[in-house]
Nanobody
Framework: QVQLVESGGGSVQAGGSLRLSCTAY????????IGWYRQAPGKQREWVAV???????AYLASVKGRFTISRDAAKNMVYLQMNSLKPEDTAVYYC?????????WGQGTQVTVFA
């Protein structure tokens, strides 16, 4: 079992920055990768970024170059640095961990970007 807790959401003007944090608790040594998803009102949840135990990263095309995912293994934390935010980035952001292919989710944190 893995529990995930997100923090760092908020409201920011377009062009601004936010950093989201995800802290993992429990069987963290079994985690294969941790990623971020987001869900905007009326839309399906979409994958945003992922970082593996081997430090490989990947990004949704629309956030590449603006968002950076990183991890602090000693603290069991993963971060999502979001720069040059746009109104279309407004969504609830969820942390997701994969343990032997099984997904675990955090409760989500709201990010609102206003023009």
């Amino acid at each position: 079992q893995v529990q995930l807790v997100e923090s760092g959401g908020g409201s920011v003007q377009a062009g601004g920055s936010l950093r989201l944090s995800c802290t993992a608790y429990g069987a963290t040594s079994s985690v294969d990768s941790i990623g971020w998803y987001r869900q905007a009102p009326g839309k399906q949840r979409e994958w945003v970024a992922v970082i593996t135990i081997g430090e490989s990263t990947a990004y949704l095309a629309s956030v590449k170059g603006r968002f950076t995912i990183s991890r602090d293994a000693a603290k069991n934390m993963v971060y999502l640095q979001m720069n040059s935010l746009k109104p279309e980035d407004t969504a609830v952001y969820y942390c997701n961990a994969k343990v032997r292919g099984w997904p675990y989710w955090g409760q989500g944190t709201q990010v609102t970007v206003f023009a």
